[in-house]
């Protein structure tokens, strides 16, 4: 699991994704020019070969009086909702940019939206991943203290393109012509360490060697 928070607090909660536990590392990025990081860390704070790109409009906090999660069932969770990068205007689309993802292979993204909780225009997120089909979460009045699936946040999962990339466009939509992003998980294929590697290499062979002595064949099976 790959995390990853516009802000410049420390956060460790485990958002809407509890599979990794209660306490997670998030990798923390707040730029109004945007950024290019490579080697995220996981969750876990081991390093990863996964690099992410992005480049908003600019980025912006929230006093605890306007963010619902400071008065929620956990203010904890306001060290990643109470801040966010932002877009305006509905075109052209924003991008940003997860890389060196495994092609082909299927990824969760969890992408989190929510602004103030006094914004007189509901907020409303669209995307689409790798020039897929949009997705558009529900118009957000930013007064939810707890993470609600296509409110808050939106889950999809998402193969990786040929170059190993999953390349998110996102505008906004709706009545209001800007949207807030405060933070994204990205949950991938598991890839073994190089240890557990030469374990299973070790295995392979030992498997084809008890293969070869009871058939009595000279050739080795293939696996």
Do not use: C
């Amino acid at each position: 699991m790959i995390n990853v928070n516009f802000s410049t607090d420390v956060y460790n909660g485990a958002a809407a994704s509890t599979d990794f536990g209660s306490s997670q590392f998030w990798n923390k990025t707040f730029s109004r020019s945007g950024e290019s990081i490579t080697n995220l860390k996981n969750s876990d704070g081991d390093g990863s070969t996964v690099s992410f790109v992005y480049d908003p409009d600019g980025v912006g906090t929230m006093s605890h009086s306007e963010s619902a999660f400071y008065t929620g069932t956990n203010p904890a969770d306001d060290n990643l909702m109470g801040s966010y990068m932002y877009y305006t205007g509905a075109h052209p689309l924003d991008h940003m940019t997860f890389g060196g993802l495994v092609a082909g292979e299927n990824y969760e993204l969890y992408i989190y939206t929510q602004s103030e909780n006094n914004v007189e225009i509901p907020e409303q997120l669209i995307f689409r991943v790798n020039d897929g089909s949009y997705v558009t979460s529900t118009a957000n009045n930013g007064k939810t203290g707890t993470f609600t699936p296509g409110l808050n946040y939106v889950l999809g999962t998402y193969s990786a393109n040929s170059s190993g990339q999953l390349v998110i466009d996102y505008a906004a939509t709706g009545t209001s012509n800007r949207v807030v992003i405060n933070g994204l998980q990205l949950r991938g294929p598991a890839t073994p360490e190089p240890a557990s590697l030469v374990l299973l290499g070790i295995g392979g062979l030992l498997g084809a060697r008890r293969l070869k002595k009871k058939s009595g064949k000279t050739s080795v099976p293939a696996v």
